[in-house]
């Protein structure tokens, strides 16, 4: 007999119902939590959803799978449920019954699994066909009979990205240089002529460096301001060697030239 199997392929081997084990289990499973979530979500639309549904008559290849595309769904939604990690949750549902009845999976007392990177496993496959926009229609169509307000919306502002952030000299001089450079790079390409020499790859990664740091002395950042600056300024300041003109800097051939698009 296998390790795991599915509870719809699970025949009785004795005629008599009150010898039925998991008919307890099945009726109090039904008043958990975990039953109510179920009860609430379209599992076969969602392995749909995931492409986990062969619609093909050809087999597939392979060793069959434990779980069952619905079943793989909802473990993941179990992980999630649970907070639990892969190791953790491999040795709850291998001695809790609702949560082998939520995954619609049979382990044996006897034969539990152990390989816990099953759990990783299907995690990244779901991960690798996970289509956001269709699964909240899914959802959303399966819970509009129990949702009220629908004309009204509400957001959580601790999702939304923030750009602020505490604004020392090298963040600020860093972002500085870091815009200056997409433009010089944007307009010596719009101009066609010759981009000017700078050492901006090695202060990136000195920066980087800098960044990664958890303490900084007063020596290492002067210096990193030092750098920063002089990048910045080379940058605004260094002369294009086809013009003649005294003063006639990159910067100011790029603005001239691409006042029209900037």
Not at 23 to 30: G, H, K, L, S
Not at 126 to 150: C, F, H, R, T, V
Not at 210 to 219: E, I, L, M
Request: charged share 25%.
């Amino acid at each position: 007999m296998s390790k795991v199997q599915n509870f719809a392929g699970l025949t009785q081997s004795l005629p008599l119902t009150e010898f039925d084990f998991y008919a307890n289990y099945r009726a109090t499973f039904e008043k958990t939590e975990l039953g109510r979530i179920k009860r609430l979500l379209p599992p076969h639309e969602l392995a749909e959803n995931f492409g986990l549904v062969n619609t093909s008559m050809k087999p597939k290849r392979g060793r069959k799978s434990y779980f069952t595309p619905e079943g793989k769904v909802a473990l993941m939604i179990l992980k999630m449920y649970t907070q639990l990690s892969a190791p953790k949750l491999m040795e709850q549902l291998n001695g809790n019954v609702h949560y082998q009845i939520f995954c619609d999976i049979y382990i044996h007392p006897e034969r539990p699994l152990t390989n816990y990177k099953l759990i990783d496993d299907v995690a990244e496959e779901l991960a690798g066909s996970l289509k956001i926009q269709q699964l909240q229609d899914i959802l959303a169509e399966a819970w509009k009979p129990y949702m009220k307000k629908l004309d009204t919306m509400y957001t959580d502002v601790t999702c939304y990205k923030s750009e602020m952030r505490y604004p020392t000299d090298q963040k600020l001089l860093w972002e500085c240089c870091r815009k200056a450079y997409v433009i010089m790079c944007e307009a010596c390409q719009r101009l066609n002529i010759h981009r000017p020499r700078t050492k901006y790859l090695d202060v990136e990664k000195a920066n980087m460096g800098y960044v990664k740091q958890r303490k900084h002395n007063k020596g290492q950042t002067k210096k990193m301001l030092r750098r920063l600056l002089a990048l910045l300024e080379k940058m605004l300041k260094e002369p294009t060697p086809s013009t003649k003109e005294p003063g006639f800097s990159t910067a100011s051939r790029c603005i001239s030239g691409c006042s029209g698009w900037m």
